[in-house]
């Protein structure tokens, strides 16, 4: 199976900036649709961003349109997620995921088929 290993994650103040990296293992990974996910505590998953294997094809959730951009890097096996403009209500743990098939739609966290650990997001003030 895929690995994935989230990393960038940290403490950051109210209006900075932070990049997320996922990067995977294996040979495959340009032929992968990945999203990312998060997770506060007491609340469901939620869809925050998706990009096609080509790179050519994204999708946002409505509250990050604008603040945060995802992307990918083929030849180095890694997608990354910068985040601008971050607030306190973006505090959560962080998640990469893999759709291998290319089933269903991308905000649902149940088409996908590999995950990382996560990495957490703490925006304070």
Known sequence: ???LVESGGGLVQAGGSLRLSCAASG???SSYNMGWFRQAP???REFVANI????????YADFVKGRFTISRDNAK???YLQMNSLNPEDTA???CAADKYASGNYY????YDYWGQ???VTVSS
Do not use: H
């Open 27 to 29: 040979r495959t990974f």
């Open 108 to 111: 649902d966290a149940g088409k």
């Open 118 to 120: 996560g990495t957490q």
């Open 52 to 59: 096609w294997w080509s790179g050519t094809k994204t999708y």
């Open 93 to 95: 743990v962080y998640y």
């Open 42 to 44: 007491g609340k469901e």
């Open 77 to 79: 096996n890694t997608v």
């Open 1 to 3: 199976q895929v690995q």
